[in-house]
């Protein structure tokens, strides 16, 4: 089968390449030049277990252009940001997709929207584009959505093994759309209706967000009642139906900080819990000034320049700093005109923020107190290097070496 991944971003690239791996003849088109050129010449920036041994076997069967070629099956994985004011979907790159799709797609062709869309998206935005187009040219054009749940620093085992969902109002071209993704899925391929697949894909990161603030709330009210608030979930977790999150400095990454938002947006008056939880995850790194702010008093420290945030992206390993804990701790220093807090991240290699640092004993000699944003195996394989400093661990990664947790 001849398939075009419109994207080749955190879910597109991968997606194309273990496609590619298993014989599919795969072009890959991205609108960003440089990420061509760099893909074309073997480089592959996103750093993922597994993913270059799939390159390879994936190399004979695989191409990378800006063009959209005519092809009969395209899936298209691009971003859908959210309005920050409406907190409704900005379709805009999925409606240009397809767009493009339409003027050299093939006759019956499939187009299966892998980006994770608000609920009646593809009936609203994308379903009206194809039809105009059905409508003046007489071709077939078939849409489907196929959600991805991989989550990053495990793409290449979960697109693999986790179970997937194919949303296709049209039965047989659903059977159609999941043999293509039974090439490569080994766990159960579940067929449903496309808005079903819609809300189900943003119920799943919903869920995330609501556990996640239930066990940032936990952290607040046991720091009040003088508790230990990992032993506390470690414990309640013993029970066969509890599973409660890990509290941390806030929520980041482009999904389950954004997709509840969709429903907020969508459903203002029905999402009360949701709106709760997505104030209180974005409330986190407020509370994490709040606790440097005492910690800073207790210690005699007075000055900003001599505390240090280790941690730059959204989660430990991975690269990814979009819409990171940190990002919105020092977005909110800045509203208070507060500035000259020392940062380091070792998987951020380029400057995104003021005293930014690439050298970890560079960084550590600057600072008295440090705060663990992010949990990066890196800060475990160092820790002889962090001895004699104020440690605020926000991740409990260091468990009793810290002098402070949330
Ligand atoms: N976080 C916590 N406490 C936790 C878990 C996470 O504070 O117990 C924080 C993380 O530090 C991070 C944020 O939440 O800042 C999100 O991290 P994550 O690992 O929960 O989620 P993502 O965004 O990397 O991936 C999620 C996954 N969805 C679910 O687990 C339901 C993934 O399967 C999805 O494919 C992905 O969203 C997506 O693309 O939708």
Not at 45 to 59: D, H, I, S, T, W
Not at 350 to 359: A, S
């Amino acid at each position: 089968m001849d398939v075009t991944v419109i994207g080749l971003g955190y879910i597109g690239l991968p997606t194309a390449l273990i496609l590619a791996s298993t014989g599919h003849t795969v072009t890959g088109v991205d609108c960003q030049k440089e990420k061509i050129s760099k893909l074309q010449t073997g480089k592959i920036e996103l750093e993922e277990p597994g993913l270059q041994m799939v390159y390879r076997k994936a190399l004979p069967h695989i191409c990378f252009q800006e063009s959209y070629p005519a092809s009969s099956f395209y899936i298209v994985a691009v971003p859908t940001p959210y309005d920050k004011v409406t907190k409704k979907i900005d379709s805009t790159y999925v409606t240009e997709a397809v767009t493009s799709i339409l003027s050299v797609a093939k006759e019956n062709a499939v187009i299966v929207i892998e980006s994770t869309v608000s609920p009646g998206t593809i009936r609203c935005r994308v379903k009206p584009l194809v039809q105009a187009w059905q409508a003046k040219t007489g071709n077939n054009i078939y849409v489907a959505h196929a959600p991805e749940r991989i989550i990053p620093g495990r793409m290449i085992y979960e697109l693999v093994h986790n179970p997937r969902t194919i949303g296709c109002d049209d039965s047989v071209i659903g059977e159609k759309v999941k043999q293509v993704y039974a090439t490569f899925c080994q766990n159960e391929i579940i067929l449903t209706d496309i808005a079903t697949a819609e809300m189900s894909k943003v119920v799943e990161n919903t869920y995330r967000d609501v556990n996640i603030a239930y066990a940032n709330e936990l952290a607040k009210l046991c720091r009040l009642a003088g508790l230990d608030v990992y032993e506390i979930i470690r414990i309640a977790n013993k029970h066969p139906r509890v599973q409660i999150l890990s509290p941390g400095p806030g929520v980041g990454g482009h999904c389950i900080s954004v997709d509840p938002w969709f429903l907020v947006g969508d459903y203002p008056l029905e999402t009360n819990l949701i709106y709760e939880a997505r104030k209180i995850n974005d409330g986190m790194p407020e509370y994490v000034l709040e606790r440097i702010y005492d910690i800073m008093q207790e210690n005699g420290l007075n000055h900003l320049e001599r505390i240090g945030l280790y941690g730059l992206t959204y989660k430990e390993n991975v690269d990814d700093v979009r819409n990171s804990p940190t990002l919105q701790l020092i977005n909110s220093m800045q509203r208070h005109l507060a500035s000259g807090i020392r940062v380091y991240d070792p998987l951020v290699r380029t400057n995104i923020v003021d005293y930014q640092f690439h050298d970890f004993q560079a960084f550590l000699k600057q600072i008295d107190l440090m705060v663990i944003m992010v949990g990066h195996q890196h800060l475990l394989n160092n820790l002889d290097l962090i001895k004699g400093k104020i440690i605020f661990d926000t991740r409990n990664v260091l468990g009793e070496r810290a002098q402070y947790t949330l």
